[in-house]
């Protein structure tokens, strides 16, 4: 113990502080943290509800509509009639609304209540309504591994990966969960406050550590991209004075009355990473000007 308390003076770093943490408190416990399911515990018991939830629609480029799924994992799919999640596929969309009243406001508002048809491979259909979870018999577990963070969700009968190891829901029940890993079947209990608080710190810990890389790789890429496009500038401007130089030269005198103005001739697609509603990240390209010349709108006097 004394050597995990001295760990967690010299890590400096909140994701470190906050695996140290864990560390110390599996230690203070006096389990290990690479056994079998002594870092396992249950996070939270909730209703079980159907493994995919309609959360959005939209138009796509061909007016046809495309549709949002999302899973326990928080993972978003856009899928169109005829594609398949999973085991599952999208047979049918109806688009439907109605009114609702809202005392709030002292008027009805229109509720967007379309819904969608899965078939499963098995023949089994769902109708799912936008927005709304299919509730369905039955608990739901939320597995997490106090070793790494790893969550899962999962039911009876259900089988999860965590920490590289197949982990094998038998039952659920209010404040246990009776998994098998390999050949061992043992109860895995409800996480303590202080075992909560360890994990949601390294989440967040963690979390920072992932925004603060996109920030970092996009101010570089920035910084990259700027440098790129002065240096290319400096030398556009350079060969343009050279070129207005020369023209001087062989050329009358002449008077210009009017405006100059610099025009974009080449282009390029700078990646930059956007963060979407649900969490996760997306690469989008920007198109940002890379060459400009000089370009003039107005009335030449030449004299002779």
């Known amino acids: 113990m004394g050597a995990d308390i001295d760990l967690m003076r010299k890590i400096g770093t909140r994701a470190g502080r906050a695996v140290a943490a864990l560390a110390f408190i599996l230690a203070s416990a006096g389990t290990a943290a690479a056994g079998g399911g002594d870092d396992l515990r249950l996070y939270v018991v909730r209703s079980n509800v159907f493994e995919h939830l309609l959360a959005s629609v939209s138009t796509g480029s061909d007016f046809a509509p495309v549709l949002a799924f999302k899973d326990f994992a928080g993972t978003t799919r856009f899928v169109r009639v005829g594609d398949r999640l999973g085991e599952w596929a999208l047979v049918a969309y109806e688009a439907k609304s109605e009114q609702v ?8 508002l229109t509720v967007d209540t379309s819904t969608v048809t899965l078939r499963h491979t098995n023949g089994q259909e769902r109708v799912l309504v936008l927005g709304a979870p299919l509730e369905q018999p039955g608990r739901m577990a939320c597995l997490v591994s106090l070793a790494s ?15 590289d190891r197949l ?38 810990a963690r979390q920072e550590q992932a925004e603060a890389r996109i920030r970092e790789e996009a101010e570089a890429r920035r910084a990259s991209e700027a440098a790129r496009v002065a240096a290319e500038h400096e030398a556009a401007r350079v060969a343009d004075a050279r070129l207005a130089v020369r023209a001087q030269q062989q050329q009358p005198a002449h008077f210009f009355y009017g405006t100059e103005y610099r025009y974009p001739v080449a282009y390029d697609a700078v990646p930059c990473v956007v963060r979407l509603p649900d969490g996760s990240t997306r690469t989008q390209y920007v198109v940002v000007p890379t060459r400009f010349e000089t370009r003039a709108v107005g009335h030449r006097i030449d004299l002779r």
């Open 101 to 108: 009243f809202k005392a709030s406001v002292g008027s009805s």
């Open 149 to 163: 963070g790893a969550w899962g969700y999962a039911r009876a009968g259900d089988a999860i990966t965590l920490d």
């Open 167 to 204: 982990v094998a829901v038998e039952t659920i029940d209010e404040t246990t969960a009776r998994v098998r890993t390999g050949e061992d079947a043992f109860d895995v209990p409800l996480v303590s406050d202080a075992e909560r608080d360890a994990v949601m710190q390294l989440w967040r």
